[in-house]
Nanobody, 116 residues
Framework: QVQLAESGGGLVQAGGSLRLSCAASRRIFSSESMGWYRQAPGKQRELVAN???????VYADSVKGRFTISRDNAKNTVYLQMNSLRPEDTAVYYC??????????WGKGTLVTVSS
């Protein structure tokens, strides 16, 4: 098993910034997929940003130009830098890892609340 621990969520005003971190309990390999998903009240979980490999990125259209995903495999950590936050970004943000053996792991989530 792999444990994922998100941190960095909180309450911010619209236009502000937050950086989320997700620390894995073991080494992350470059071929493994790591990303961020979010779930707002009354909505299904959706992709925010993903790194299918260490050198590729995928973003939801709603966050392009505002959010940046990055990872440090040596530190077993993936980050999500969130700028120009909007109230509609309010959600619980979850970290996801897909291992090289196609096992899927999820963190417990961290709450981001953006006030207007």
């Amino acid at each position: 098993q792999v444990q994922l621990a998100e941190s960095g969520g909180g309450l911010v005003q619209a236009g502000g910034s937050l950086r989320l971190s997700c620390a894995a309990s073991r080494r992350i390999f470059s071929s493994e997929s790591m990303g961020w998903y979010r779930q707002a009240p009354g909505k299904q979980r959706e992709l925010v940003a993903n790194m299918p490999t260490s050198d590729s990125t995928v973003y939801a259209d709603s966050v392009k130009g505002r959010f940046t995903i990055s990872r440090d495999n040596a530190k077993n950590t993936v980050y999500l830098q969130m700028n120009s936050l909007r109230p509609e970004d309010t959600a619980v943000y979850y970290c996801r890892l897909v291992s090289m053996y196609s096992m899927e792991y999820w963190g417990k989530g961290t709450l981001v609340t953006v006030s207007s």
